[in-house]
């Protein structure tokens, strides 16, 4: 099993910038490919980001690229995501999430999950 926390969220102006962590604890010793997502009120999960085990490779999703920036450091067993430029519509439920299985980067399967951090953007 591998538990997934989030820190990080919070509220901020449009245009501003936040960097959420997620922790990684249990049976970390396989590493993982990890990544984010994010769920808006009313909307389903959407994938964010993914970064590789050894972090050579990164998968962006369109509405967010070239703003948010994730990365990783495996001697400490967490995952970041710096979000820059955020707009309203970033607003959302932010999880990160573990992912033991499947083809990097679109064919991971995501078995562990954290519990999410709010970030919310205001206009």
């Known amino acids: 099993q591998v538990k997934l926390v989030e820190s990080g969220g919070g509220l901020v102006q449009a245009g501003g910038s936040l960097r959420l962590s997620c922790a990684a604890s249990?049976?970390?010793?396989?590493?993982?490919?990890m990544g984010w997502f994010r769920q808006a009120p009313g909307k389903e999960r959407e994938f964010v980001a993914a970064?590789?085990?050894?972090?050579?490779?990164?998968y962006y999703a369109a509405s967010i690229k070239g703003r948010f920036t994730i990365s990783r450091d495996n001697t400490k067993n967490t995952m970041a995501l710096q979000m820059n430029c955020l707009k309203p519509l970033d607003t959302a439920v932010y999880y990160c999430?573990?992912?033991?299985?499947?083809?990097?980067?679109?064919?991971?399967?995501?078995?562990?999950w954290g519990q999410g951090t709010q970030v919310t953007v205001s206009s």
């Open positions: 999430a573990a992912a033991p299985r499947g083809s990097f980067p679109t064919g991971l399967l995501y078995d562990y």
């Open positions: 249990g049976r970390t010793d396989s590493g993982y490919a």
């Open positions: 970064i590789s085990r050894t972090a050579s490779s990164t």
